[in-house]
């Protein structure tokens, strides 16, 4: 049986963060480029509350205004809660140049707004077509399965790999590899909170609230703009056996063990979206790149969702990958790994340095030190902030963890 054969310069797969602001960053390159997206959008994501980083890259791709008018809650810092303990860091007093404030959306409404606008600036996105197959190489293909069952294929310059969580061709390529984090889950959901303002909540910051008896179990609180919230709690599977009911009942009984937020989400009314589970989703591949292809954010790697780093690790790939691209149509050679994967994993690994440090408990006596230092609280920020790749922070360039593990010995020590 013949196929229709169809030509690109570049096939996205997946119309996610990732896709969307390379399709951006290649059509300002003058690129033909063509997204493919099994779902039809709007549809849920995780990955609600951006960091300020993710800014600089909707602007190169033409899309901040696009964000702007969406009307999202605008988003300027984090506040942390442990028991008694509070912190706040509000992302302008940051370290690193650049964007200090940032959005929280919801996905579904926040990918359509970015798919939308690319297509505007010329790249065809098709919904409902289904990547099957791949063949990399120097001409690369993919096999295509339309919802009617009818199948096409593409031939491109190059493929890159947004799939996000379905990590297609980590899969179809077996290119995946065990991560290093232990197995977590979270069960999250949207609420309505009714939570009066002045009520000791900053709808302007995400809140993180760690659990007053498990250092390593953490809640996400994240407002957005209709009075609504975010509300996911994230532990070890076997954490959440210990409460009995449905996945609702075992998130308000673990809510119900915070003060702090069993005060503010009393009045809450829950689930005004389906409250849903993940688990195991901390994800490594062997390589992001091959022949005629890469991958994009959590195609490639996902570490966790603690800072809120998956939309700008996604972002900052279609950043090197567009980069890589531009140069290879330029007639210039490009070290895939050198220019790609280098640098990328170089800001994953300053991300992965903090989340441990989150999990063995230390990076809460950092927060919630009573008298940090100006200097070295701005450099923290920078990297909450989402700047893990800016070389002038010690932070960043602090490769072994020496830097960061003699600050969690010095604040906890006092």
């Known amino acids: 049986m013949s196929w229709k054969v169809e030509t690109t310069e570049v096939l996205i797969i997946g119309a996610g963060p990732a896709g969307s602001v390379a399709a951006g960053l290649l059509r300002r390159q003058g690129r033909q480029v063509l997204i493919l997206e099994r779902e039809h959008f709007p549809r849920f994501s995780v990955g609600e509350s951006l960091l300020p980083q993710s800014m600089q890259y909707l ?13 999202f ?16 860091f509000d992302f302008r007093r940051k370290s690193s140049p650049g964007w200090g404030t940032t959005y ?25 077509d289904e990547v099957v197959a791949v063949e990399p190489g120097t ?51 949207h609420v309505r909170d009714h939570i009066p303002y002045g009520g000791g909540f900053d709808r302007n910051k995400i809140l993180i609230t760690t659990h007053p008896e498990h250092i390593d179990v953490w809640y996400w609180t994240i407002p ?22 449905d996945d609702l009942q075992k998130l308000q009984q673990i809510v119900g063990e915070d003060p702090n937020l069993a005060r503010l989400l009393g ?32 195609a490639g790697e996902f570490l966790d969702p603690v800072f809120s780093s998956g939309v700008t690790i996604a972002f900052k790939s279609a950043q090197l990958a567009s980069d890589c691209l531009r140069r290879q149509y330029a007639g210039e050679s490009v070290d895939w790994e050198q220019d790609f994967s280098v640098p990328l994993r170089a800001g ?41 790749w800016d070389a002038e922070n010690p932070y960043v360039v602090d490769e072994s963890g020496r830097r960061l593990h003699a600050l969690e010995q010095l604040c906890g020590d006092r």
């Open 59 to 71: 602007e190169e791709a033409g899309l901040l205004q696009d964000v702007v008018e969406a009307g």
């Open 73 to 88: 809650q605008h988003k300027s810092g984090a506040a942390f809660v442990y028991g008694d303990k509070t912190s706040d």
């Open 104 to 128: 929280q959306v919801q996905r579904a409404q926040f990918d359509a707004v970015l798919a939308r606008a690319v297509e505007r600036q010329g790249a065809q996105l098709r919904f409902g």
């Open 139 to 189: 001409r690369p293909s993919a096999s295509v399965r339309r919802e009617d069952g009818s199948r096409y294929r593409i031939e491109a310059d190059f493929i890159l790999d947004a799939s996000g969580f379905a990590r297609l061709l980590p899969r179809l390529l077996n290119l995946e590899s065990p991560s290093h984090f232990p197995a977590r889950g979270a069960i999250f959901c």
């Open 224 to 245: 957005f703009s209709d009075n609504t919230c975010s509300l996911g709690v994230v532990a070890e599977p076997a954490f959440f056996d210990r409460y009995s009911g």
């Open 267 to 298: 009045n809450a009314e829950w689930a005004v979206q389906p409250v849903r589970r993940i688990t195991g989703y901390s994800a490594n591949v062997t390589s992001l790149h091959g022949p005629g292809y890469a991958l994009l954010g959590n």
């Open 348 to 388: 994953v690994r300053t991300f992965r340095r903090f989340v441990e440090s989150w999990y063995r408990g230390s990076f809460q006596n950092v927060i919630f030190h009573p008298r940090p230092s100006p200097a070295i609280r701005e450099m923290i920020c920078s990297i909450l902030a989402g700047y893990a």
